[in-house]
């Protein structure tokens, strides 16, 4: 009586290493933060080094010819410490993000209206 002899095949399976690859390219593509800047065309001043940002912040961007923008929205210098004053907590930090042309009077105007707040 003859037995029937089963071939082995000799091919590697790849398919639960393509699922693991797969699953790892999906990880690493949700858990990747995307930074988002603000639309508003500011130059910044370049720093030898940097700190760490807190999250409670608000952007007070000021562009080259004097324009105050805070969350895309244009405000004069008077309107500023207005909306500041309706979006600052106790735990909020107001960073300014100025043109590198901007005098350091215009800056120090900002702060003066963000600590009033």
Known sequence: MDIPVRSQSTGLN????????????VFFLLTTHFIEEDGIGVRLPSAASTTTRE?????VAITRDGRYF??????????????LRGMLRSDTTVVIRGDRDVPLQTAVSVME???SS
């Not at 999250?55 to 952007?59: F, G, L, M, T």
């Open 14 to 25: 790849l398919t639960p290493l393509i699922d693991i690859v797969f699953l790892l390219l």
């Open 55 to 59: 999250k409670n912040e608000i952007a």
């Open 70 to 83: 805070v969350a895309g929205q244009q405000l004069p210098l008077v309107g500023l410490e207005q909306k």
């Open 113 to 115: 209206k963000a600590g």
